[in-house]
């Protein structure tokens, strides 16, 4: 596998490429325990930076472990890690944090041994006009009761992972996942939105995906222009039905879904105006 360039802070200093970082008995990399986040670089900016160092350390809360990074040195870090780059070259910054050492009883981990690390590397912005295709996943999101889903955790993402494995090998690129009711939760990778005359929709957070930055941004960006935006519980008719489909996440920001199922939809008004208020905003 060829890694695009990387730079990473760890134990005081920069290392550069896929610097190892577990040990065979390391507790994260037997039983895992991580948390990460994800926020971009891309044109000069870093929207939102703050709110995915804020969530890094919720996460690690949520997981058991210990948040020993205080916001504002992961942000200093995140802005270090790009300066060791072109400007304006597009980033993935990832904060990490993992559990070291096992606690008393083996499969629990020992929240004073957790370790750290952030991450930033080369991600290309993907082309808005290559538009994805997505189908109905035959797997599920977990309730908070099955895992832990108010953590951005590594160990939830096995699942998302073979729903993409499983929908790339019917021809699509995405997968939308439903909760255990049979309602619509998010995408193996970002959030999603529906229009409707005029009018989006998007699944209301019920404990069972993540509710993410860029979906919360955008949308207070569309009810400040206006745009009708109604949370709630959606099923996967409604999206066979939608006027346009689109997807929110820190990765591709607001994207657009060009086929659902069989049927093709052309990416529409509420997803060109969202994708415009998002960019208005990074830069703003
Ligand atoms: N859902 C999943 C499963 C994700 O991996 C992501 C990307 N972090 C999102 C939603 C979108 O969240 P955010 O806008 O905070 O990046």
Same mark, same amino acid.
């Given at each position: 596998?060829?890694?695009?360039?990387?730079?990473?802070?760890?134990?005081?200093?920069?290392?550069?490429?896929?610097?190892?970082?577990?040990?065979?008995?390391?507790?994260?990399?037997?039983?895992?325990?991580?948390?990460?986040?994800?926020?971009?670089?891309? !044109?000069?900016?870093?929207?939102?930076?703050?709110?995915?160092?804020?969530?890094?350390?919720?996460?690690?809360?949520?997981?058991?472990?210990?948040?020993?990074?205080?916001?504002?040195?992961?942000?200093?870090?995140?802005? +270090?890690?790009?300066?060791? %780059?072109?400007?304006?070259?597009?980033?993935?910054?990832?904060?990490?944090?993992?559990?070291? %050492?096992?606690?008393?009883?083996?499969?629990?981990? =020992?929240?004073?041994?957790?370790?750290?690390?952030?991450?930033?590397?080369?991600?290309?912005?993907?082309?808005? $006009?290559?538009?994805? $295709?997505?189908?109905?996943?035959?797997?599920?999101?977990?309730?908070? /009761?099955?895992?832990?889903?108010? +953590?951005?955790?590594? +160990?939830?993402?096995?699942?998302?992972?073979?729903?993409?494995? /499983?929908?790339?090998?019917?021809?699509? =690129?995405?997968?939308?996942?439903?909760?255990?009711? #049979?309602?619509?939760?998010?995408?193996?990778?970002?959030?999603?939105?529906?229009?409707?005359?005029?009018?989006?929709?998007?699944?209301?957070?019920? #404990?069972? %995906?993540?509710?993410?930055?860029?979906?919360?941004?955008?949308?207070?960006?569309?009810? /400040?222009?206006?745009? !009708?935006?109604? /949370?709630?519980?959606?099923?996967?008719?409604?999206?066979?039905?939608?006027?346009?489909?689109?997807?929110? #996440?820190?990765?591709?920001?607001?994207?657009?879904?060009?086929?659902?199922?069989?049927?093709?939809?052309?990416?529409?008004?509420?997803?060109?105006?969202?994708?415009?208020?998002?960019?208005? %905003?990074?830069?703003?």
């Amino acid at each position: 596998h060829h890694w695009t360039q990387t730079w990473t802070f760890l134990d005081g200093q920069w290392h550069e490429g896929n610097v190892p970082i577990m040990g065979v008995r390391t507790h994260a990399s037997w039983l895992g325990t991580s948390v990460f986040d994800g926020a971009r670089a891309f !044109e000069g900016v870093t929207p939102d930076l703050d709110l995915h160092c804020l969530r890094v350390n919720r996460s690690a809360l949520a997981m058991g472990l210990k948040p020993v990074v205080p916001v504002e040195k992961w942000i200093e870090l995140a802005h +270090a890690g790009v300066k060791r %780059f072109a400007p304006g070259t597009a980033l993935y910054i990832r904060p990490m944090y993992w559990a070291e %050492f096992p606690g008393p009883r083996t499969v629990d981990a =020992d929240p004073e041994s957790t370790r750290w690390c952030l991450s930033v590397y080369e991600a290309g912005m993907p082309d808005p $006009a290559r538009g994805a $295709a997505v189908t109905l996943s035959p797997f599920r999101r977990p309730t908070i /009761e099955c895992a832990v889903t108010d +953590a951005k955790a590594g +160990a939830l993402y096995p699942n998302n992972s073979r729903a993409l494995v /499983e929908a790339h090998g019917r021809g699509f =690129d995405n997968a939308v996942l439903c909760d255990m009711l #049979g309602n619509v939760a998010e995408l193996a990778t970002a959030n999603i939105f529906l229009a409707k005359d005029g009018v989006a929709f998007t699944p209301a957070p019920n #404990g069972t %995906f993540l509710s993410g930055i860029t979906r919360t941004r955008s949308i207070g960006l569309l009810r /400040e222009a206006g745009v !009708e935006v109604v /949370e709630t519980a959606l099923r996967w008719s409604d999206f066979r039905d939608a006027d346009e489909v689109f997807t929110t #996440g820190n990765y591709s920001k607001v994207a657009p879904i060009t086929r659902v199922e069989a049927r093709e939809l052309q990416p529409g008004p509420v997803f060109r105006k969202a994708r415009k208020l998002y960019w208005d %905003f990074a830069h703003g």
